[in-house]
């Protein structure tokens, strides 16, 4: 065979295979296990579709809905927070564009638990806001913690640096001559950035919106850290049926579900862009 | 960069923006810090009595000594099998031009895209069904699959940046494979394998999602603060939290630091480069 004997393929084998093990594995056991019997536990059982015709008819439609709109509100939260910043650092910031990145990067390394524990400190009654709040005009907003916009805090919060990272990218694809020219012609600011800067940032735009919107989609901690009994989310839903209902083919169900929603949001994705023109800046 | 570029009220506006989106960044690590010198069973702010007493305590735990042992382990063994990997893998990648590598490239990508705790789910099943017992050592394979993919994206761009010539260059001199690789290519993708395998360790470090569903009776520090913050809580939480995130920042400072000196030192070799117009 003339294939394997590229370099390209041996130097993909170690990874590719690696990956085969240890993600193509797990997902097509799991997409096995959505087809047993309820509270079943091994694979050798008759295939049955009802889980899913359980999982249908059943309330699960109310965390995914939550959970859609959660990552839906996020994007559009995120996106106008992040593009001034993207562009400062893609064409603004010059060397301090460096020391910028790093300061955003530096909480990803730190662990998201930590993070958001810290909003819990400062959101909670008697907490930092509130304490500091009575102390200094004497209004108290204890009531903060364990609701909706506390959720969206959290992943606003969280998710910034994924829509961010991207963005700066996107936006560094734009030639400034380009942007000149449709000025040089007449165009007004609002014009250059619909009519010029959108379309060439497109790649970037995408990678940043899609890759937040299928993160908040599987996100866990953030709803159950501040959101507290507020409302469950998909990937809640999930692990309370692997974990306390022990039922692994209606968490295989769900979590078939959830996966095909962000695949085929992914892919869509991955259809459109050239990864070494983003990544390689060719 | 007269003309189309923006006049100066914006750009002070996008600079005052970049500011204080910053400082939100921060402010959970401040308050997590903050609390953590605060002397009351159950916080409560503002703060009225100061202590060190749980930081005694922590650096005292033998539970905590155990903790951050399992985490270091794991994290150690993560960076270096995940930048042997990704090394390899981000040739194929990006260096390398071979049929089946454009979908080489979005097949890779795809566990950063999937949703974590799933994932460790997936394959909590997966360990039972093969009949392996999960422990610390399952985690650093969990935490791989996320991971291994991040560092090949890293390395990845560094590789972009590689001239191909060099390399045939060296095979045309009379170079052996294996003499390419150690004085060519692994020398210029080495930026590309250090911030690769800073990554990998700090990521591991601060993993909850995946450790979580494999680490099976062991316990990592993320894993730790979580079960202590939803019931049982002790201000240990707090001073372990701004302990971990002081290792980090440190961890960090002295990469930089090394950074700037090995730069400092290459301009020092090469003072013609370093002065030409």
């Known amino acids: 065979m003339n294939w394997f004997r590229q370099p390209g393929v041996a130097a993909a084998l170690p990874a590719a295979i690696f990956l085969l093990v240890g993600f193509a594995g797990p997902l097509l056991m799991v997409f096995g296990y959505s087809f047993m019997p309820e509270k079943t536990f091994t694979l050798d059982q008759a295939p049955t579709f009802e889980n899913y015709i359980s999982v249908v008819t059943d309330s699960y439609y109310i965390s995914f809905t939550w959970s859609i709109t959660l990552a839906i509100l996020t994007v559009f939260l995120l996106f106008p927070i992040c593009y001034p910043i993207a562009y400062g650092m893609a064409k603004l910031f010059g060397r301090w564009a460096n020391l910028v990145t790093a300061l955003i990067a530096v909480p990803l390394l730190i662990s998201e638990n930590i993070r958001l524990f810290g909003w819990v400190l400062v959101l909670l009654k008697n907490g930092i806001l509130d304490g500091a709040l009575q102390s200094l005009f004497g209004i108290s907003v204890s009531g903060m913690l364990y609701t909706v916009p506390a959720i969206v805090l959290g992943l606003v919060y969280v998710y910034l640096p994924f829509m961010l990272f991207p963005l700066v990218i996107g936006i560094s694809m734009i030639p400034d001559a380009v942007k000149e020219a449709a000025a040089d012609l007449g165009a007004n600011r609002w014009q250059v950035f619909r009519e010029v800067e959108l379309p060439l940032a497109m790649p970037g735009i995408l990678i940043g919106c899609i890759l937040t919107f299928v993160l908040v989609l599987g996100s866990l901690a953030e709803s159950k850290i501040l959101g507290g009994q507020a409302i469950v989310m998909i990937a809640d839903d999930v692990e309370s049926a692997f974990t306390f209902a022990q039922n692994w083919p209606k968490g295989s169900v769900l979590s078939v579900l959830l996966i095909v929603l962000s695949g085929l949001i992914v892919f869509t994705l991955f259809r459109r862009i050239d990864l070494d023109q983003v990544i390689g800046r060719r | 960069m007269a003309g189309a570029s923006p006049t100066r009220l914006p750009r002070v506006l996008i600079a005052a923006w970049t500011v204080a989106v910053l400082l939100f960044l921060y402010i959970p690590m401040m308050a997590v810090v903050l609390t953590s010198f605060s002397k009351a069973r159950y916080f409560r702010f503002p703060i009225t009595r100061w202590t060190t007493e749980w930081y005694a305590r922590t650096f005292e735990s033998l539970s905590v000594r155990d903790l951050l042992w399992t985490s270091l382990s794991v994290a150690a063994l993560v960076t270096i099998f995940s930048v042997i990997l990704a090394f390899f893998g981000a040739l194929a990648f990006a260096r390398y ?181």
Do not use: C
């Open chain 2, 97 to 277: 031009d071979w049929k089946g590598r454009k979908l080489y490239q979005r097949l890779v990508l795809l566990p950063i895209f999937f949703p974590q705790a799933v994932l460790g789910l997936a394959l909590l099943l997966w360990f039972s069904a093969l009949g392996i017992t999960t422990s610390w050592k399952t985690a650093v394979f969990a935490h791989m699959i996320w991971i291994v993919p991040i560092v090949i994206l890293i390395i990845s761009i560094q590789v972009y940046s590689f001239d191909a010539a060099l390399e045939e260059a060296a095979f045309d001199l009379g170079a052996s494979r294996w003499q390419v690789m150690k004085e060519i290519t692994l020398p210029i993708m080495s930026p590309g394998i250090v911030s690769g395998g800073i990554f990998a360790f700090l990521l591991s470090w601060g993993n909850f999602p995946l450790s979580l569903f494999s680490t099976g009776a062991d316990q990592t520090v993320p894993e730790w603060l979580y079960a202590k913050m939803v019931s049982g809580y002790t201000p240990m939480v707090p001073t372990l939290g701004s302990l971990t995130i002081s290792g980090a920042t440190v961890v960090l400072l002295i990469v930089y630091l090394a950074w700037v000196a090995v730069r400092a030192r290459k301009r020092g070799r090469r003072p013609d480069r370093a002065e030409a117009p």
